[in-house]
């Protein structure tokens, strides 16, 4: 997604700076300059890179594209489940850890958070 804004920025700023100038748009339009370009950077990033590092470079376009792992609701539960947890700490004091997921295993009001911390099953 911020990918995909980005770009319409960069393209929007660029345009429009050169546009508010004094410049003819249709000047810009060389669709045949692009793929010279286009294609001078991915044949110079393919000359220089070792093939571990396309292929990494090439599953991570592929993950900016595709967007965040974590919904907001993953969002969401995780600071209910922090503030359970700083309340808890602040009502009988700093617990060692241990004790702290011993009692999150035995409380019922709990079981709804245990799915998100992996150390902890229910």
Known sequence: MFVIVG???VFACVLGGYAAMGGKLYVLWQPFEAVI?????IGAFIIGNPKFVIG?????????LKGPKYSKDDYLELL?????????AKSKGCWPSNRISKTL???TSWRSFLHSIPIITP
């Open 56 to 64: 990494k470079a090439a599953g991570a376009m592929g993950h900016a």
């Open 80 to 88: 209910s489940l922090m503030y359970a947890i700083f309340k808890l």
């Open 7 to 9: 770009s319409v920025v």
């Open 37 to 41: 370009i286009v294609g001078a950077a």
């Open 105 to 107: 295993r035995r409380a």
